[in-house]
T-cell receptor, first 110, second 117 residues
Framework: RKEVEQDPGPFNVPEGATVAFNCTYSNSASQSFFWYRQDCRKEPKLLMS?????NEDGRFTAQLNRASQYISLLIRDSKLSDSATYLCVARTLSNYQLIWGAGTKLIIKP | GAVVSQHPSRVICKSGTSVKIECRSL??????MFWYRQFPKQSLMLMAT?????????EQGVEKDKFLINHASLTLSTLTVTSAHPEDSSFYIC?????????????FGPGTRLLVL
């Protein structure tokens, strides 16, 4: 079983719709979580950190469920520019290493 | 925001040659940098953790004699792919850790696309 699992997609979503992804992690010692986005043939870029109480940044909302060991990302009013692969990342406190999911591909269609 | 650069961005080389990739943190110091490799349609795979002034820590299955890492300063880490073969063709990405306000964030370089013929 992978340490961080994501549905690879692709999710094909019409522009303006709301879309949500989940990501599960297996290591209960994971303490910090992040969502990155990666455009085709580019490096990942930090989208947002995920806090225990949940957090929102504009159209993006991230939530953490420690009991069920998953994090989620909600995108409202999706834009064409949101098309990308979204990577879920977990990190334990014991080191600086990040454990990456394989990513969920999102395609926003006009 | 923090900026990490990589050089070169793209390299094509013959089988058997060595290729050096540089990773620099431009506006911050990073005691720890990471080297990743990503094959098409796959996730980032951590290759090694580069620590300034000490030996790198390699992940299981990554040959330290083939992928030489040097972290000589707080702003520069290099990865040398020695005796490259076609199966080493991949997207190599480095990241550097910035610690600010008690939070640690990793910033990525733009990546180096290596093609070994």
């Amino acid at each position: 079983r992978k340490e961080v699992e994501q549905d690879p997609g692709p999710f094909n979503v019409p522009e303006g719709a709301t879309v949500a992804f989940n990501c599960t992690y297996s290591n209960s010692a994971s303490q910090s979580f992040f969502w990155y986005r990666q455009d085709c043939r580019k490096e990942p870029k930090l989208l947002m950190s995920v806090y225990s109480s949940g957090n929102e940044d504009g159209r993006f909302t991230a939530q953490l469920n420690r009991a069920s060991q998953y994090i989620s990302l909600l995108i409202r009013d999706s834009k064409l520019s949101d098309s990308a692969t979204y990577l879920c990342v977990a990190r334990t406190l014991s080191n600086y290493q990040l454990i990456w999911g394989a990513g969920t591909k999102l395609i926003i269609k006009p | 925001g923090a900026v990490v650069s990589q050089h070169p961005s793209r390299v094509i080389c013959k089988s058997g040659t060595s290729v050096k990739i540089e990773c620099r943190s431009l506006d911050f110091q990073a005691t720890t940098m990471f080297w990743y490799r990503q094959f098409p349609k796959q996730s980032l795979m951590l290759m090694a953790t580069s620590n300034e002034g000490s030996k790198a820590t390699y992940e299981q299955g990554v040959e330290k004699d083939k992928f030489l890492i040097n972290h000589a300063s707080l702003t520069l880490s290099t990865l040398t792919v020695t005796s490259a073969h076609p199966e080493d063709s991949s997207f190599y990405i480095c990241s550097a850790t910035l610690t600010s306000g008690g939070e640690e964030t990793q910033y990525f370089g733009p990546g180096t696309r290596l093609l070994v013929l």
